[in-house]
């Protein structure tokens, strides 16, 4: 039980009566209350329509104008806009020409890479001051754990985001929105519900009423695919996942069910990963033999690829650096890296990366260890998208989905691709 005001910070270990609609101390109406404000730790921090935010920051003059921030041309798609833009409908990913219409007086501003990253850094030496327990999702979004920071501080998580939000107001100059709640579900879905410049808290109380009444796309790791699979069962609400047996949800939705039937109720055990940036992953196997045939490097490689790819999967992340480690019977470690333009999660697309690697670096020669690897992991959203110059790439992103399922459902060894199966010796 406790209040904070988010303005002056002062802090009072009751719930204000309702009637105090303004700070005793400070006036201001930005009063946070809430049962268990006092005892929630994990915190999601998003900002407020970020490169528009750094955009009206760094020139005044836009800061009562619609800013649109795209790369100017003629299929461009619009980064983001600030809140202003968003009254007239413009949004993330739509269409420039589309937003022009809608917007006609926007300001349509070339991203900045180098300010964002600059501004992101700022806000992340905030982080720091409060928790080493820190995950970045991207340049403008983060989870904080802040469980038994308190006693370091002397003040409750709530508190803490209360001064790092003023800080990043006052120090940066942009505003960001906080969802403080008991779980990396939750805190991600809070920080949303009181854009921009909010802040909001979801405790284990309310949690099962208040996800009731969502949409399930609300729950991470469900995409556009599976939302359409739910809709066609007739689930559009985690209302109706709640009143669903887990091993029915499992057998109709593989691992994903599991996920469905804890999530719909507030349950999420998932860990800040703390560093996740600087991380990559790995598979490499070493042989019982030296290898030089070219087809039989290839046949291991595929596993790891698969391998590397499913770890991706589970830990929802994507990476843009393909790593090829090859190791000589002298111990020597050849090592070529390629760097996509988008990240990507697929086994189809490690391969694909790897062999041409492969082929240029054996050169004959006989290896006693394969290894894949990836890393400079990116926004997942950038992931594996549609691209018109690698058409059949949403086939083989298709397929590798559609097995992803199977083996979900009917495990591992369920289904296997063409180049797992060793050809027959003639
Ligand atoms: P978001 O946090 O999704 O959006 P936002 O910060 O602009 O707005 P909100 O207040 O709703 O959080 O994304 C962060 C930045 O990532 C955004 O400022 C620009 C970039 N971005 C893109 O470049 N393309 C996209 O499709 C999206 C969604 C974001
Ligand atoms: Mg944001």
Known sequence: MATICRNCENYWEEILPSHITRCPKCRSPRLLRHPELATLTMAH????????????????????KPVIVAYDGARSVVSTCCYLARLSGVRSAM??????????NGIIIKPRMDAYKAASNAIHKFFKVLTPSIEPLSLDEAFLDLK????????????????????????????????????KSLAKLSSDLDKPDGFSIIGREEAKSFLSGRPVSDIWGVG?????????????????????????????????????????????????EANSKAKSISNETTFSKDISEIEELKFILWPLCEKVSARLKAKDKAGKTIT??????????VTRSHTLDQPTQLAETLYREAVPMLLKASNGQSFRLIGIGISTFGDLRDADRPNLLEQDKEKFKKVENAMDLVRAKFGEAAIKKGRSVRKKQT
């Open 45 to 64: 921090v998003d900002c407020d329509s970020f490169y528009a935010s750094v955009e009206k920051r760094d020139n005044p003059e836009l800061a009562a």
């Open 95 to 104: 269409p420039l020409f589309k937003a022009k219409k809608l917007c006609p």
């Open 148 to 183: 038994g920071t308190e006693n370091l501080h002397h003040r409750t998580t709530a508190q803490s985001m209360v001064w790092l939000a003023n800080r990043v107001k006052q120090e940066v100059g942009i505003t960001v929105s906080v969802g403080l709640s008991y779980n």
């Open 224 to 272: 556009r695919a599976l939302n359409k699979k739910l809709a066609a069962d007739g689930i559009t609400t985690i209302g109706q996942l709640q009143h669903r047996d887990k091993d029915d949800l499992v057998a109709r939705y593989g691992l994903m069910g599991s996920r469905l039937f804890h999530f719909s109720r507030g349950e999420d055990s998932r860990q800040v």
């Open 324 to 333: 090829l480690k090859l190791k000589t019977p002298d111990f020597r470690t």
